[in-house]
């Protein structure tokens, strides 16, 4: 018996793996009801621009200078080919286990057990790592721990991530609004202030000493170290896969889910880009620009109002993040106990919805522990991101380079230009990425790599014809 899932058939819906509707005590299917405009703005709001920007960007701003829009741009460049690749393999299998069942279906069940193990490892600790940035931008108004503050908004998005999905749209679509109102503003005073050319934005230069209080040293900014924040780059934009999450929800999924992952990427990278170049040309000096106080940058420019409006928006913004994260994280849970990852009780915990549609128990296996992981080193889990999107992103390439084998190349789906140099070139590209990214953050995601290859190995293997079933809808399967 083969590894490697086959395209569905009416026998896969037989399958253990499947729920009968009579049985309510079975895995059950999630409801078809958002269009491309609400699938949209969830997704925009995984990615959450401004809250990313704020949140994520200062570190890039630390360790990069000049040097931030640069490989932000690099970053999105490669997303592109990555977002081709999630685009058909997205269509091809519309699950709402996302990665996993993409690279099951077309890698091998081992493969695409690893890719869901580094999903999980990225969406339990990308929200926290966004909520803790709350407590800075609530600043002007209230002085509060980081940690509680992060521990907070998860407990607020975990309650918000229980109502039902459109309701879910329409809410984080109005925070959207005012994240983008405030990454607008950020954009127009920085290039009405700006200290600098555009020649800036290749002068590869980082103050030295940040943090320092200003050295006045300068250091260049080597090709190494863009590559090294290549990693942290793609997560700037990670949120794009939301849309393959969502597909079990999507209306028309063939159609919507490609158009959903392109225009959400295309949107987030003016959105995250535009400012990033603003504050690099604007930024009072270069030692202003390493420290990457954006709030003070702002103040700078305008007034104590207009930075407190900025701030307040972006709190906004990131409690947006933590409700549309929450949601995606947990139908990555249901749909691994719908293919029966784990010991029955366990999946047939994950798998049960509550009144309004969400699969509850999920929910709230994503959103406490996030909470928890507030109290974590911020260093450490920007690290272990990092590490894994690189190897998820690359996992899903692999995957995208073995979409069109025998009787997946005959099926109706979306289909990637260039292929297959796309995945080929992303698989190169993203592995190098990958060896060059700190030993520290590369033993923590292998060592629990290994833990989880050794559950495979040792439990799910074993029971291979009951246990990890990836399935896919079986209104999709004609």
Partial sequence: ??????????????????????????????????????????????????????????????????????????????????????????????????????????????????????????????????????????APVIHLDPSYAGAGVMILATLAGLLDLRANAWITGVFLVLEVIAAGVVAVLGFAHAERGPGSLVDLTVASGPGSGGSGGVDTVTAMLI????????????GFSTAVYLSEELENPRRNVARTVLTTLAISSVIILVPVIAITMGAQSLTALTEGDISGMVTAWSNSAVGTFVSLCVALAIINAGIVMVIQNSRVLFASARDKAWPAPVNKALARLGGTGAPWVATLLVGVPGAVLCFVNLDTLYGVTGVSVTGMYLLVAVAALLARRGSHGERSAWRMPLWPAVPVVLIAVLAYILSQQEVPYLLWTGGIVLAATLYWALYLRPRRETRWLVSIPEEELG
């Fill in 227 to 238: 590559v090294s924040g290549l990693a942290i780059a793609l997560f700037v934009t990670q």
């Fill in 1 to 138: 018996m083969t590894d490697t899932l086959r395209p569905p058939t009416p026998a896969v819906t037989e399958a253990p793996s499947s729920a009968a509707p009579a049985d309510p005590g079975g895995p059950q299917k999630l409801k078809r009801s958002i269009g491309v405009v609400g699938g949209t703005l969830l997704t925009l709001s995984c990615v959450t621009p401004a809250s990313t920007l704020f949140v994520v960007v200062p570190d890039l701003f630390s360790s990069l200078g000049t040097a931030t829009a640069l490989t932000i741009a690099i970053g999105s460049l490669l997303c592109v080919g990555v977002a081709f690749c999630y685009s058909e393999l997205g269509t091809l299998i519309p699950s709402a286990g996302g990665e996993y069942a993409m690279v099951s279906t077309m890698a091998g069940r081992l493969a695409g057990w690893l890719v869901f193990v580094l999903s999980l490892l990225v969406v339990m600790i990308v929200p926290p790592v966004i909520a803790m940035g709350t407590a800075d931008y609530l």
